[in-house]
């Protein structure tokens, strides 16, 4: 994890908050279940986060983003960079979800089009197919 230039090595939570693109209460959040450490509160003035958190911050981000829950973050984290192996066999998981959940909702999509296909097709002001439908199920 590498340092900016025009960052220092310790950051205030507005600071990391900001540079890291997070809310205050996010970062906050993650102290709570673990995921980054909440540095000790001097007797005067203000906690201040070491650069790397930001890196920490953001890998949290990204793999939310590729549909890791917090809970599967923090396992990834605590694997580190020397668990590959571990860690692709998680990722082929986190796909394999991925793919029953396409599945699904494009299951969910085509009978939606079918009850859309039906309506156009037998609608009137007495009678809606989709409701009927609903009610069926």
Do not use: W
């Amino acid at each position: 994890m590498s340092k900016s230039a025009s960052i220092g090595p310790e950051l205030t939570i507005g600071q990391l908050a900001k540079t890291a693109g997070v809310n205050v209460e996010t970062i906050r959040y993650y102290q709570r279940i673990g995921l980054i450490i909440e540095p000790i509160k001097p007797a005067h003035g203000y906690r201040h986060y070491h650069s790397d958190t930001i890196e920490q911050i953001k890998f949290i981000k990204r793999a939310q983003q590729l549909g890791f829950s917090l809970q599967e973050v923090a396992e990834l984290m605590s694997l580190g960079h020397g668990g590959c192996l571990d860690v692709r066999k998680r990722a082929e998981q986190k796909r394999e979800k991925i793919d029953r959940q396409i599945q699904d909702l494009q299951a969910l999509r085509e009978t939606l089009n079918q009850l859309i296909n039906t309506c156009k097709r037998d609608a009137s002001d007495q009678y809606c197919p989709i409701v009927e439908s609903l009610s069926k199920i």
